[in-house]
């Protein structure tokens, strides 16, 4: 207990104690709300924001550091550095969450969890080239911290710098890695919800746990790690693949053919994993003829083993191009949920090819048709609901003022001869169906996952376009090559559906709509670079030029 003897300056150092303790709260104070002030968007982060609540039960005598900062540390360090600027929201809830506990060190230096991190991010960066995320100060404070195996003090500068940049450098790399690039994904056409992760939760939950080498912070789609591994693999083929370019040919090489060219594509072909052996002779022969039907299968060609100009093409891309092509289909990676074995449909326009999946395993495949270039199939998910047999086709109004109008002056007995008829009349408008019927533009059958682009899956009388490589025809909505098939999958757990009823149905005078039991979600998507499950690396043509305008965004820096 501290006693005095003198009033006067026992009342003059009270005084003084109490204004020193008042200044050093408010100069806090000044310097949080400064922070806040600087960093927020808008006044409606107060009403919005639900601050994270502080655990007081974790102090000096309970926690396992017993190594606490001081909270005006980490106001002045986010001042200083405005790289971190984005993740301020992440740092305050983490150290108010844990009462300033530190995260990256305790009573005896640097925490196994920090050489974890570093070690994880410096892979990243070698495996991708990618230097964005490199912090230099980061990197030399670590080794000085680590070198010699230093115990520091807790209050050495060093030491607090250290463990704020190592939090920052956590936020910056599990937000590149995991979350992707702040792009606005709407903008690039893309409607499929991002994939929402919190960082804040992210970084607890990774000091608290022990992971293996190679293994991701967090659930990733399945493609994520195969095209992180097909990008290692590429920066190594970049120094290795030739530089000169395939004359482009008038006449296509097959089997028996013999040329210098053929050489050349055998080099590339056996760097790119296509071709087996070292053969580099000038003969065209079974082998290469093989080589070349995987190589056209991988990227989407005619697979009929003649190397065309096509072909050629596709051998003179640079590697650089396809690196670039991975990364991007990486970012949209990094968008996509992660896989979790339930039952979905995928359709990927890019490759025109529409994948059911169920319990983690591809268990159907068929063709199907997108809309063309200036009819965008948009990108988006939504929840198959209903199974329309023998559907109307109420024809869009935009097609009606182009197409149908147009044809109905030429022809008076145009609606007829193609079973349609008027309905009505909306802002000037007539309101056109298609009845049902071979003849209808649906097909026999359609299927509905309700969203606001009056996209669907459906049937269409026009079978002969599901033999052409590029099948971008439709307005679009998407035409599948086995209506039927699709019907008794989606049927199969209702005992009152089998093969029989399903082929009734189809071929009835007015359409019959079926309610699933259970909805499917179906993912619209735009890969242009994937692995099958085979293994296999696909590349794909960018034919709505979405590839273009991420790497636009992606690599402008």
């Known amino acids: 207990m501290w006693v005095c003897c003198n009033k006067s300056t026992c009342k003059c150092m009270v005084s003084k104690i109490v204004k020193y ?72 809830d983490f150290y108010t969450h844990r009462n300033y506990e530190y995260a990256w060190f305790d009573s ?47 209050g050495d500068p060093k030491v607090i710098q250290a463990e704020l940049l190592l939090t920052g450098q956590f936020f910056r790399y599990a937000a590149k890695v995991y979350k992707g690039s702040d792009i606005d994904a709407a903008k690039l ?22 992971l293996a080498e190679g293994e991701p912070l967090v659930p990733v789609n399945a493609q994520y790690q195969k095209l992180q591994d097909q990008v290692a693999k590429y920066l190594v083929l970049e120094k290795q693949f030739p530089k000169d370019k395939i004359t482009p040919v008038k006449k296509s090489f097959k089997k028996g053919d013999t040329t210098y060219a053929i050489t050349q594509i055998k080099k590339r072909l056996q760097l790119l994993g296509d071709m087996p052996g070292s053969d ?50 990486m970012e949209r990676v990094r968008w996509m949920p992660a896989e979790r074995g339930s039952r979905f449909i995928l359709v990927n326009i890019p490759e025109y090819k529409l994948h059911v999946m169920d319990s983690g395993r591809q268990i159907m495949d068929m063709n199907v048709i997108v809309g063309t270039a200036a009819n965008n199939t948009v990108i988006f998910s939504g929840n198959l609901k209903y199974v329309v ?56 059958v359609k299927f509905l996952f309700p969203n606001n682009f009056n996209i669907y899956l459906h049937d269409t009388p026009n079978r002969e376009l599901f ?67 085979n293994g296999l690396l696909n590349f794909r043509n960018d034919i709505y030029k979405h590839d273009t305008k991420m790497a636009e965004k992606l690599f402008t820096r």
């Not at 056409?189 to 939950?205: A, C, E, F, M, N």
């Not at 065209?284 to 100009?309: C, H, P, S, W, Y």
């Open 21 to 92: 303790y008042i200044h050093r709260i408010m100069i806090r104070n000044l310097l949080g709300l400064l922070l806040l002030v600087l960093t927020l968007p808008s006044c409606n982060y107060f009403k919005s924001k639900k601050l994270m609540a502080r655990d007081t039960t974790i102090n000096h005598l309970t926690s396992f550091n017993s190594v606490f900062l001081d909270s005006v540390h980490v106001d002045s360090f986010l001042l200083k550095h405005p790289e971190f600027k984005a993740f301020t929201e992440q740092f305050r």
């Open 108 to 154: 005896s230096g640097l925490a196994e969890q920090a050489h974890n991190f570093i070690n994880l991010q410096s892979n990243y960066i070698t495996d991708f080239a990618d230097s964005s995320i490199y912090n230099p100060v980061l990197e030399e404070l670590f080794q000085n911290l680590y070198s010699g195996n230093v115990r520091p003090a807790m």
């Open 189 to 210: 056409g893309w409607y499929i919800p991002r994939k929402k992760i919190d960082l804040t939760v992210l970084l607890d939950s990774t000091l608290k746990s022990q």
């Open 280 to 329: 580099t002779s000038q003969l065209f022969d079974t082998v290469l003829e093989n080589a070349a039907k995987l190589f056209q299968r991988r990227m989407g060609l005619t697979e009929d083993g003649v190397i065309g100009n096509k072909m050629i093409t596709e051998l003179n891309t640079p590697i650089s191009w396809r690196i670039r092509q991975l990364l991007v289909n």
């Open 389 to 444: 047999f023998s559907p109307y086709w109420n024809v869009p109004s935009s097609i009606v003022r182009k197409e149908m109008l147009p044809a109905i002056s030429r022809n008076r007995n145009y609606l007829s001869r193609n079973n349609m008829e008027i309905t009505g009349y909306s802002g000037g408008l007539p309101e056109i169906r298609q009845k049902p019927g071979p003849t209808n533009a649906l097909g026999l």
């Open 467 to 533: 033999s052409s490589t590029t099948r971008s025809f439709s307005h679009g909505c998407i035409r599948i090559s086995e209506p039927k098939k699709m019907a008794e999958y989606l049927l199969r757990d209702d005992q009152s559906w089998n093969s029989e009823t399903i082929d009734s149905a189809m071929h009835l005078a007015k359409e019959k709509w079926v309610t699933l039991n259970k909805t499917v979600p179906v993912y619209v998507v735009y890969f242009t670079a994937w692995v099958d499950r």
